[in-house]
Nanobody
Framework: VQLQASGGGLVQAGDSLRLSCAAS?????????MGWFRQAPGKEREFVAA????????KYANSVNGRSTISRDDAKNTVYLQMSNLKPEDTAVYYC?????????????????????WGQGTQVTVSS
């Protein structure tokens, strides 16, 4: 399984950006919970957003709630993170992650250890 994140770059405060993450290999993409995390220099990796099967449920970190939208296209094995009104504190490497769902009833989680597969990350830099 490979997760390839893209779409990062250097933007100004207030700008918008859309990150993409495409899964390839032996995937069961539609059955996975997909998440976005980020890690700033010197800080721990932190949760940003997650989306459940079929996009029925979403979960956001307080820091991005109202400014970000997570979505998925199962036909393309791709998850997206649309971010708007970006702030300098959003500067980080953004990672996508996949969680294999192990039961019919599940809750979206922001715990790093609950995710099974990780992409390589894409850098987002927001200048003030």
């Amino acid at each position: 399984v490979q997760l390839q994140a893209s779409g990062g770059g250097l933007v100004q405060a207030g700008d918008s950006l859309r990150l993409s993450c495409a899964a390839s290999g032996r995937t069961f993409f539609s059955s996975w919970v997909m998440g976005w995390f980020r890690q700033a220099p010197g800080k721990e990796r932190e949760f940003v957003a997650a989306i459940g099967q079929s996009g029925r449920t979403m979960k956001y970190a307080n820091s991005v709630n109202g400014r970000s939208t997570i979505s998925r296209d199962d036909a393309k094995n791709t998850v997206y993170l649309q971010m708007s009104n970006l702030k300098p504190e959003d500067t980080a490497v953004y990672y996508c992650a996949a969680q294999r769902v192990r039961s019919e009833i599940y809750s979206l989680t922001g715990e790093v250890d609950e995710y099974d597969y990780w992409g390589q990350g894409t850098q987002v830099t927001v200048s003030s």
